[in-house]
């Protein structure tokens, strides 16, 4: 029963990109990350393109985290609006679905220690508002972050990090 467990918990170590030994050593392990996070959207910048009986819109923003990562990052977000270009240029974010994905670069501390890293954000948005996505860092940062939130508001954040350079 003991292998078992360990083999199950190598095996999602493995999935969030960590090793057996980086997870045991110390700063180099991975870290339990949670917190919020706050989103600035610049409705100045948004584009709409429609895509046939839908809609892609393009808009940049600031994402602002506190817990264990604290900092911002510019970000720049397109969503696939299950809605035509007019109804999502004249109804609030949310009123409807939207699958998306953002790009930004993350600047500020990861448990204490500065980090510049970038991010992929990639979810799915339900009528209503709700959030459930995925963060998963790069360039410095590996791990996984799983999101609940609200759209163009904010949310919670949690999961494992491991700064690999810096």
Known sequence: MKK??????????????????AWAGGWGGAVRASGDFTVEIDFSSLQLTPVGENCLLTVEGVVHFTGTLEGFAPARTRALAQASCDVVATTPPGSYEDVFTSAFEFAGTVDGRPVVADFDYRGRTEIGGEINAVLAPSNGLKGRLFVEGIVAQGGSYSGYLRIVRH
């Open 4 to 21: 078992a467990i360990r083999f199950t918990f190598v095996m999602i170590l493995g999935a969030l990109g960590l090793s057996n030994t």
